[in-house]
């Protein structure tokens, strides 16, 4: 079975700093697609990024990049220049095509970005 | 274009009673998933429906639990004689075509159980 880990049950940034979130999962298929979801108080889940594992090149939006380590099966999620409003929990998640479309989640990152 | 809307926002229940979570997807959108989330857990996959259809219910508990997806109306998801291991956050989902598609996600409804 698929499973995602999430080590850091919390972190803490300073405004503008940079923060890198680590994620690993498990799996045996060498095609699949990987998520960072943030969580804020409203407890609204918003895509952050998405990744898929076929493609070498990490993907960005802005200021949030991923190190995509698929030998390592490791997905880690970086913030640059941390804004307050990005304060938030962060979920990784895990989709196998070929097991239907559930997301499998991590336990989140709870992150605070203070001023 | 409104987002995923769900109600109610927050649901007092006492043991025993029935709860009932609805869930309308944005506009266009045929493809409904319920995940649940537990205190300090991530969310957890318990159905995936189409419009009248269960196509995967594969996270559902095998009692109490059921969810429908009308041709009319919103999705609904059922849970009959609830139990305090019931209290958690419900989310919906809706997506266009389904499968690899961005998912939009609703802000929950907190189900409390007394």
């Known amino acids: 079975a698929q499973t995602v880990t999430q080590s850091q049950p919390e972190m803490s940034v300073q405004e503008a700093e940079t923060v890198t979130l680590s994620c690993t999962y498990d799996t045996s298929e060498s095609n699949y697609y990987l998520f960072w979801y943030k969580q804020p108080p409203s407890r609204q889940m918003i895509l952050v990024i998405r990744q898929e594992a076929y493609k070498q090149q990490n993907a960005t939006e802005n200021r949030f990049s991923v190190n995509f380590q698929k030998a390592a099966k490791s997905f880690s999620l970086k913030i640059s220049d941390s804004q307050l409003g990005d304060t938030a929990m962060y979920f990784c998640?895990?989709?196998?095509?070929?097991?239907?479309?559930?997301?499998?989640f991590g336990k989140g990152t709870t992150l605070s970005v203070s001023s | 274009n409104a987002g995923v809307m769900q109600n109610p926002r927050h649901l007092v229940r006492r043991r025993g009673q029935e709860a009932r979570l609805r869930c309308s997807p944005m506009k266009g959108h045929s493809h409904v998933y319920w995940y649940r989330q537990l205190p300090e857990e991530g969310l957890k996959f318990m159905v995936y429906?189409?419009?009248?259809?269960?196509?995967?219910e594969s996270g559902m508990p095998k009692e109490r639990f059921s969810a429908e997806f009308p041709k009319e109306g919103p999705s609904i998801l059922r849970i009959q004689q609830v139990v305090r291991g019931d209290s958690a956050a419900y989310f919906c989902a809706s997506s266009p075509r389904g499968g690899y598609e961005k998912l939009f996600f609703g802000s929950g409804t907190q189900l409390s159980v007394l």
């Open positions: 429906l189409q419009k009248e259809n269960i196509i995967d």
């Open positions: 998640a895990f989709m196998n095509p070929m097991a239907g479309t559930a997301l499998i």
